[in-house]
């Protein structure tokens, strides 16, 4: 069913854990990374796995970059 249905979207292969990735994904982008958030919207027993699987460093937020100047000082 689930490869039917990526084939009519024209989307190629579709796997049940992207869905699963792709939410959690959003709800750890909206509760600005709080993986305990996304730990009860998603039914992890861990947040720390939440953490460990699904969170990435979004290199363009400002709170990153200004951690990274705050810690290795600004480029010349």
Avoid: C
Avoid at 17 to 44: M, Q, Y
């Amino acid at each position: 069913m689930l490869r039917r249905a990526a084939a009519r979207a024209e989307i190629g292969r579709v796997f049940p854990h992207t869905f699963r990735h792709s939410f959690a994904t959003a709800v750890l982008d909206a509760a600005r990374g709080n993986a305990v958030i996304a730990r009860e919207a998603g039914g992890w027993a861990s947040a720390a796995t939440v953490e460990q699987v699904y969170g990435h460093v979004d290199v363009h937020d400002p709170v990153f970059t200004a951690a990274l100047e705050q810690v290795w000082g600004t480029q010349p």
